[in-house]
């Protein structure tokens, strides 16, 4: 395996969908291929950051109107 | 199951919205999910409320970072608890109520962006392109081990600030994409399933929006004493 087919594998090695032989393949060319280890790493980081990012604080103008929609439809609905 | 991190329960004091709402979450705070949608079907609007204050910033996330507007966000939030709440009765909790509602929003998000066809955006559609196969796949240029862990980037305003110009950098079709896949964590087929393509283009789509981010943030978190020049093997 060399760079350019590590690349097109890259997502099912990274989402561990590679079956067991390519995975060897892929795991030795790592081995002996400093360039590619870091971009693997540097991709499950990137992956890693904007899974575990804090959400956003909703704008309270809005959070208190979503609130009264919430009330709103409640009351809507409990009395149909 | 989702991507982000699940949303801790806060207290009131950091939601001041109004009072009534406060002393609702506090008699919310305590209890799980399940609990409340049980609560919340047998009629008990606190326990809704309780249930919308867990999740809403997730909700308005997804929704923000799929539609990369404020206003679409709110629209989509409000319309995916209100959809929460009239189907609550049908709610058959197979999926955590956290799932359910995310999928409610995440679609609503997507519908946002298909009106927009038409005027000047990318298509989400077929793929229309000569350049979507693996051989086109932009090369990494620079690589370099990162200066921190993400653990310790993740907490900073700054990061949070520069991952969220990187990922309005993508193109809406990979950004949205990368969002279901790696942050929502929807499978290749759902995800195919919803856009309206193949799994083929969602793979290759998914692996240019990884390396676009990549390179974005190795560039604003790599080490230049650790960089590494990209060669190929023949």
């Known amino acids: ?80 | 199951m989702s991507g982000l991190r699940a949303v801790q329960p806060r207290t009131p004091r950091l939601f001041p919205v109004t009072p009534s709402v406060s002393i609702r979450w506090a008699m919310a705070e305590e209890r799980p999910d399940s609990e409340l949608v049980r609560l919340a079907k047998a009629g008990d609007l606190s326990a809704f409320e309780g249930l919308a204050m867990r999740h809403e910033r997730r909700i308005y996330t997804v929704a923000r970072r799929i539609t990369g507007n404020e206003q679409d966000a709110e629209d989509v939030t409000q319309q995916a608890l209100l959809s929460a709440l009239e189907h609550l009765d049908g709610f058959r909790e197979e999926a955590s109520f956290a799932t359910w509602v995310l999928r409610v929003a995440t679609h609503a998000a997507l519908k946002v962006i298909r009106k927009r066809q038409g005027l000047p955006t990318v298509s989400l559609e077929a793929n229309t392109e000569a350049q979507e196969g693996y051989d086109t796949v932009p090369h990494p240029e620079y690589i370099a081990d990162w200066k921190e862990s993400p653990t310790e980037l993740v907490g900073r305003h700054e990061t949070a600030r520069l991952i969220d110009e990187a990922l309005n950098e993508l193109d809406e079709k990979h950004r949205v994409i990368f969002l279901l896949r790696d942050v929502e964590g929807w499978s290749v087929r759902d995800t195919a399933e919803a856009l309206g393509l193949s799994e083929a283009n969602v793979k290759v789509r998914l692996l240019r929006a990884r390396l676009q981010l990549r390179e974005r943030l190795t560039r604003e978190f790599g080490d230049p004493a650790r960089r590494f020049e990209p060669h190929r093997h023949e």
Not at chain 1, 24 to 46: K, M, S, W, Y
Not at chain 1, 62 to 75: G, M, V, Y
Request: aromatic content about 8%; charged content about 25%.
């Open chain 1, 1 to 80: 395996m060399n760079c350019e087919e590590l690349l097109a594998m890259l997502n099912e090695y990274v989402d561990g969908g590679v079956d067991p032989g390519v995975c060897e393949q892929f795991e030795h060319h790592l081995a002996g291929c400093n360039p590619c280890q870091v971009v693997v790493d540097n991709i499950r980081q990137t992956i890693t950051l904007y899974k575990e990012g804090e959400p956003y604080e909703l704008p309270r103008p809005f959070r208190n109107r979503l609130h009264a929609a919430l009330r709103a439809k409640w009351r809507e609905q409990q009395a149909s």
